[in-house]
């Protein structure tokens, strides 16, 4: 079936290290984005790409990473700079359109 | 200013009954679209509703409904028949500019609690 994948579901970070999560999808979708959100809140958006090779920043983009070599695929990095990283991060994908973001279920990430 | 308003943080319903979350929304570009998320506890985002702000009907997708008042800058999305699935979050989202510009990208609410009780 065709879907988003996210992995892992739960990540633990120690101080100091860099950790990346994953996203991959085969829906043929040109777009993806990395969104995170914190307890009790809405989602913030982190870096989107529109095409392989080229990404933006979005709202809260400090101390985290990106890269897009490939369309089906979109790893986040959280990097040591980002000094709360606690957080459930999300990946999306949607066609350059009107039509919705589809999402993965999500990726939890502990500060150990 | 917050794009995205969800003044409700928590709400209760009656099963069977209908139900309406507010949602305003502040821009200024003419085209935009919005769209409507329900989060379960699992933690998935499930798309349930979209309004674009050249539609000039009100969108409908089975039990969902989103009465647009674009003068109002208004977008709230009315549950009817409730049932105990529906027990969630429930995000309001905006989509601004023309998209072949602005990309696709969202900015989302802070959500509505909703628990239907049986």
Redesign the interface.
């Known amino acids: 079936d065709g879907g988003i994948t996210q992995s892992p579901k739960y990540l633990f970070r120690k101080e100091g290290q860099n950790v990346t999560l994953s996203c991959e999808q085969n829906l043929n979708h040109d777009a993806m984005y990395w969104y995170r959100q914190d307890p009790g809140q809405g989602l913030r958006l982190i870096y989107y790409s529109q095409i392989v090779n080229d990404f933006q920043k979005g709202d809260i983009a400090e101390g985290y990473s990106v890269s897009r070599e490939k369309k089906e695929s979109f790893p986040l990095t959280v990097t040591s700079a980002q000094k709360n990283p606690t957080a459930f991060y999300l990946c999306a994908s949607s066609l350059i359109s009107n039509q919705p973001q589809h999402f993965g279920d999500g990726t939890r990430l502990s500060i150990l | 200013a917050q794009k ?1 308003t969800q003044t409700q943080p928590g709400m209760f319903v009656q099963e069977k009954e209908a139900v309406t979350l507010d949602c305003t929304y502040d821009t200024s570009d003419q085209s935009y ?1 919005l ?1 409507w ?1 329900k989060q379960p506890s ?4 499930i ?1 349930l509703i ?1 309004q ?1 702000s050249y539609d000039e009907q009100n969108a409908t997708e089975g039990r969902y409904s989103l009465n647009f008042q674009k003068a109002r800058k208004s977008a709230n999305l009315v549950i009817s028949a409730s049932q105990l699935g529906d027990s969630a979050m429930y ?1 309001c ?1 905006m989509r601004e500019g023309f ?2 510009a602005a ?9 509505t609690r909703v628990l239907v009780k049986p």
Request: glycine share 30%; no cysteine.
């Open positions: 995205i679209g769209f998320y699992s933690g998935e985002m798309f979209y674009g995000f989202a998209i072949k990309g696709n990208k969202l900015t989302f609410g802070g959500g």
